[in-house]
């Protein structure tokens, strides 16, 4: 009788504890290194006749751009950002960046304190161009939603693809 009243009394203490409150979630965080398929130049030929490049290390990203007579380049560090944790830091890191996949494997890159939204994103894909099969790092929005440039892995081959579009892609215009 007593063990039943026990019980008893158990069981609505158990029913109020959550599932899974004795196991911690573990934390999600941004990528710690950049996926090997990224890890080289770059090319892109401009309307200018200009070379632009991007270049991945395992944990570095550089963009250089020729818009007129000085180049603009952009270089950013590789630091892990824990996701969700509501932490902003409020010291300035210029050159840090954080870098995730999305669902659709875009390499989405961003400022240590940029908001979500922005930063770029960088796609590898094959695309056909005059019957060759081509590998393509296209860049678009943060949100992956708009093209603005493909690059290709050689100078030769950017010069000669140049701006052109493939299908299935929706091209914004370039920055």
Same mark, same amino acid.
């Given at each position: 009788?007593?063990?039943?009243?026990g019980?008893? #009394?158990l069981?609505?203490?158990?029913?109020?504890?959550?599932?899974? %409150?004795?196991?911690?979630?573990?934390a999600?965080?941004?990528?710690?290194?950049?996926?090997k398929?990224?890890?080289?130049? $770059?090319?892109?030929?401009?309307?200018?006749?200009?070379?632009?490049?991007?270049?991945?290390?395992?944990?570095?990203?550089?963009?250089?751009?020729?818009?007129?007579?000085?180049?603009?380049?952009?270089?950013?560090?590789?630091?892990?950002?824990?996701?969700?944790?509501?932490?902003?830091?409020?010291?300035?890191?210029?050159? $840090?960046? %954080? %870098?995730?996949?999305?669902?659709?494997?875009?390499?989405? #890159?961003?400022? $240590?304190?940029?908001?979500?939204?922005?930063?770029?994103s960088?796609?590898?894909?094959?695309?056909?161009?005059?019957q060759?099969?081509?590998?393509?790092?296209?860049?678009?929005?943060?949100?992956?939603?708009?093209?603005?440039?493909?690059?290709?892995?050689?100078k030769?081959? %950017?010069?000669?693809?140049?701006?052109?579009?493939?299908?299935?892609?929706?091209?914004?215009?370039?920055?």
């Amino acid at each position: 009788m007593r063990l039943k009243r026990g019980l008893c #009394l158990l069981v609505p203490v158990v029913a109020l504890l959550p599932l899974g %409150a004795a196991v911690p979630m573990p934390a999600q965080t941004t990528l710690t290194r950049i996926p090997k398929g990224y890890q080289q130049i $770059w090319y892109h030929y401009d309307e200018n006749g200009q070379f632009d490049t991007v270049k991945f290390t395992a944990k570095s990203f550089k963009a250089q751009v020729k818009t007129g007579a000085r180049p603009m380049t952009d270089t950013i560090q590789l630091h892990v950002h824990q996701l969700n944790s509501g932490f902003i830091s409020r010291r300035s890191h210029p050159n $840090w960046g %954080a %870098a995730q996949l999305d669902r659709q494997q875009r390499l989405r #890159l961003t400022g $240590w304190n940029q908001p979500a939204g922005t930063g770029a994103s960088y796609q590898i894909s094959v695309k056909a161009f005059h019957q060759q099969r081509l590998m393509v790092l296209s860049q678009s929005n943060a949100m992956g939603t708009w093209v603005y440039e493909h690059y290709f892995q050689s100078k030769k081959l %950017a010069k000669l693809v140049g701006n052109a579009h493939f299908p299935g892609e929706v091209y914004a215009t370039s920055y």
